[in-house]
């Protein structure tokens, strides 16, 4: 039996699927996964139909969670995908909020103040000094401001506590093979 292009597609669609929850394993094993489950789809589908096939595989989720239990067993697991989003996610979001207490700062000084050097201690522990120079023709200038040692202290534990990164062990596949696996 011939597959044709849409049946192409509805596998594909389970492939991507599928690899779309599978980050949290290795590359090289993430895309042998994903070409053994295309090619085991393409032949299923060319003996019973492609209907038939993507029924038995029974869904990404479900096969995708069959390979990360043989991969990292039943203990609770580590993710990777948490770890990037905070890693990624959590420097814009502390950035916005000292950016808007550094322009909230600049903003009362040019309101209440004229022309001068002003220092603010930024926000406690997370931010360094902040100096803002507003000229005798309205010329404004802000310095300092960054992240501290502790900003960046709290950034990785936010990445290690989104991704549960203490649960990273050894894989259980490399675990010395007992006398029965022999």
Do not use: C
């Amino acid at each position: 039996m011939t597959i044709g292009w849409f049946d192409r597609l509805r596998i594909e669609r389970l492939v991507w699927m599928l690899d779309q929850q599978l980050y949290d394993l290795p590359r090289a094993q993430r895309i042998a996964t994903r070409r053994e489950v295309r090619a085991n789809l393409v032949e299923a589908s060319a003996d019973v139909g492609t209907t038939e096939a993507l029924r038995r595989i029974g869904g990404s989720r479900g096969l995708a969670e069959q390979y990360l239990r043989a991969e990292f067993g039943d203990r609770p697991r580590h993710s990777w995908i948490g770890a990037v989003f905070a890693a990624g996610l959590l420097p814009l979001l502390l950035n916005f909020v000292l950016s808007e207490a550094a322009r909230a700062f600049q903003d009362g000084v040019v309101a209440a103040h004229g022309a001068g050097t002003f220092t603010w201690s930024g926000v406690a522990g997370l931010q360094t000094a902040l100096t803002v120079t507003v000229t005798g023709d309205g010329l404004v200038s802000r310095s300092g401001g960054g992240w501290t040692p502790l900003a960046y202290v709290l950034w990785a534990l936010a990445v290690i506590a989104f991704g549960r990164l203490w649960r990273l062990r050894f894989r259980s596949s490399h675990v010395a093979a007992t006398s029965t696996d022999k």
